[in-house]
């Protein structure tokens, strides 16, 4: 099983320290493929979930409920995938270690001090929205299941959809955030890597003490 497994996730733990070199001596693997396949279906969903759910609240009517809870599906199977990859084919410290020569900025490894906390705001957004999503399925007849309101108490419901619109309301404020910084000219090289998967060998010494 875990040849079968590495055959379709090769394993980045041996390549998380170290620079993986392209066909171009000057090109420097940083994300993989099927990372940055999950990266925009990710934010595809999250961008699709923030219409869905936050238009109807402004006025603008359309049928968005199926759109809404089926992306929201998408969503939990892509969450549930980056663990099970971050866990088991990757370092978890590469993104959640913080060390204090990072944050002095004398070290900078794979990511920098800013993209790791980004990270982490992101992922608190997402599992708190994923995670209130799926008990406010059980409130909706869907094709799978019928709807039962009264497994929670009217309390409880009340404490979710508090979180889970706080959950929305930061999604607004990471994406912004995220965008604004993935196209200024000087993070060029990131949203770059994250497109084709590589940065240069020189942005790597430069930026991240030759670690990618």
């Not at 070199?21 to 993989?32: F, M, Q």
Request: one cysteine or more; charged letters at 20%; a positive charge.
């Amino acid at each position: 099983m875990a040849e079968a497994a590495d055959r379709v996730f090769p394993n980045d733990r041996a390549g998380a320290g170290r620079a993986e070199t392209l066909a171009s001596g000057d090109r420097i693997e940083r994300h993989k493929g099927i990372d940055r396949l999950f990266h925009w279906l990710t934010a595809a969903s999250v961008l699709t979930l923030m219409i869905t759910g936050l238009l109807p609240a402004l006025g603008i009517k359309f049928n968005w409920v199926v759109v809404h809870w089926s992306v929201g599906i998408v969503l939990v199977v892509l969450v549930l995938f980056h663990i099970v990859r971050a866990t088991f084919w990757q370092r978890l410290k590469c993104i959640f270690a913080i060390s204090p020569r990072e944050v002095t900025g004398e070290k900078i490894l794979k990511y920098t001090l800013a993209q790791k906390l980004m990270h982490h705001a992101m992922t608190v957004m997402v599992l708190a929205a994923v995670i209130t999503g799926c008990l406010m399925l059980m409130k909706m007849d869907t094709p799978l299941w019928k709807r039962d309101p009264y497994t929670l108490s009217q309390a409880t419901w009340g404490v979710i959809y508090v979180i889970h619109g706080a959950a929305a309301v930061l999604a607004i404020m990471l994406v912004f955030i995220h965008i604004y910084f993935a196209i200024l000219p000087e993070k060029a090289m990131y949203l770059r890597a994250m497109i084709k998967g590589w940065i240069t060998r020189e942005e790597s010494i430069r930026h991240h003490s030759g670690k990618v």
